[in-house]
């Protein structure tokens, strides 16, 4: 006769459930708090740029303010030549951009699939050079564009940032990343390395071209040493150098504020846009060191 | 005939070897200039003695652009040999700005600073024109005693002050009323601000009677905190300049002086700075203020009623801190002929002084120049500058020596440490002391 065991119902795993759900809630809440931080200097800033003179630097957060100024953009529109300075920014950081993003896949993919003499030598001397400040290149570079006669230009606002190491290492590290295989067929094929990378390559890097473009564009937007010592005319200063030009004995803090909110406006809406390519590219670039 | 075609290897090696010699032929060419010649100079200035010279001046106030507009225009107007081209700097980014101008060979011919340690920091360096060289009885004007000290170096102006600011305490008369006070008898001394303070506070709600600044910064150290300091009689650094010695029992006074105020509920426990010392005076719930004159003209359009007078005497008096800014002749400037004839306009012409201050809200360089019928004109219908005036007679230069904006911070650091309630005054002194004493061995070191 054989011998029943009884075997015990399974126990419900509520407490491993519970612990994680509880670890999510403590993630969720930390994250929400780190960008509660990250958040309140921009609502600050676009609650002080709605406040009359008087309110903006009330005690207290104060972020709903006691009466409305909308007059703060008309009026910084029309006192400072805010749209002048946008359309330099936009026009010398979208030199930058297509600049930086050529050179970057071009020499990313060099690094990243050609084999020549001193490749790696030569990689690790750009990542080198990355690690030197702008401070310490500033008066060399100042004095190379001033002999070339680019002074107060927006090509010698430029001209410093065409090639960025730093998009040469991203577009590197996301090309390690792609099977060589795909190359490999196309090359017995006879296609020549252009039309590898032109073809083959680019098409599935557009991650990571998104996310240099944001990069590159994001830097060239907000740069402000270099424009600072290169421009003295008025009508090509930059949006960051205008808002810098705005402070003073008697900064009109809304002004300035309204004229800040408006300048992070583009780069907000590219961001939104974008943000997906821009995660996917990053990401992918961190993978493979 | 197949033709020859040339190997990827060939055509990198005629590449490798073209490049390397258009690197070779340019740095064989002639080396990049150090900086206009002598020479240069010499042919430069017959052409612009004929006909009229162009000057570039750098103004670092560019919120104030309306005003020196004026100026310019007044200039271009009084005749024809110069013209300055303007470049609008932001303030703060002037050191950066030009530092890298006069390395990069591009210097303006003039430029507007302000206070003695941006000053010196161009002319210790050797890169501001001796004033001298065209006046040279320049020395000999009756200018603020502190403001020529600090430009002057082996007996010669390197820059030419074209105006001041001093402290004085600004006060809300309304308040004053309202809390029981004469407003026609501020207090004229430390204790008796103390005691106005207190009733102020006391006397309705948000309302504060007193306020000073005490934000952890060089602004806090090296502006406001010397104006209490010197009236309980301490320094900030020793007369040979070594030594750090505002921790003495002068400067614990001066410290314990803050507690008080906050002990005495005079003024609210919280980081206040310049510009929102201002905001909280305008808005009417705030008794007294020390302030520079600049900030006059919005003071005076408030809609309550204010008065100044000079800052209250301590146990050793009163003395107000004093301010400055210059124009200053660039020594590498391509025409500082130009430079010079600005600078000259503005600091040697008493109307033009007085045009120029006016505009900005300032005080005059020079003692005599407040005796221009134009400035005597502005001081009666602008009833809180005689104050200033007055103030200017005993006012003296802050520290401004190696490490001074550094020291301040640190000053800074202990006010705040001290109103927050987080260290005595002893313990707040000390502890700045110790580490301004470190930044001053450093910078003296530097400096040679």
Redesign the interface.
Known sequence: MATQVAIPAARPRVGARARHRLGRAGVYVFLVAGALVFLLPYVWMISASIKPE?D????GLNPIPREIRWQNYADVWRQYPLGRWLLNTFLVASIETISTVTTSVLAGFAFARLRFWGRDALFYLYLGAMMVPIQVT??PS??IV??LGL?NTYQGIAVIHLVQFFGVFLMRQFLLNIPSELEDAARIDGCSWFRVLWQIVLPISMPAVAALSILAFTAGWNDF?WP??VI?K?DIMTII?GL??????????GLLMAATTISALPLTVIYLFFQRWFTEGITMSGIKG | MARRRIARRDFLQILGGGATAALVSACAASP?PAGPAAGADKVAAPAAAKGTMTG?FWFN????QEAFQAIIDRFHASQTRVKMEV???????IP??LA??I????PPDAVRLGGPAVNSLFINNGHAAALDDWDPQIGTYDWLPGAQKAVTRNGKMHAMPVNSGVQALIYNKDLYGKAGLDPAKPPTTLDELLDVAAKISASGDQVWGHYTLTAPNSQTGSDYFPTILWAFGGKEVSDDGKTVVFNSPEGLAALQWYKDLIERKGM?V?QVNE??ML??Y??GAVGSMAVFP?VVA?VAGANFSSASVKVPAGPKGSVAPLGFGTIMVLDKGKNKEAGWEFARFIGLEASNAAAWNMGF?QLPARLSFREDPSWKEYEAKNPLVPAYVESQKSADLPYFGPGAQEIGTEVGKAIEAVVFGQKSPQQALEDAARASQTILDRERQKAG
């Open positions: 008087a903006v630097f009330q005690t500033l008066i100042f004095i001033r002999q002074l040493l600072l010592v003295n008025p150098v810098a030009s705005m402070r003073g004995e008697a900064t009109p803090w | 990049a570039t106030q560019p919120t104030q470049v609008l700097v932001p303030g703060t980014e950066a700005k890298t101008a390395a990069g060979g591009e609210p919280k510009t929102q905001q909280d305008l808005t600049a919005r809200g």
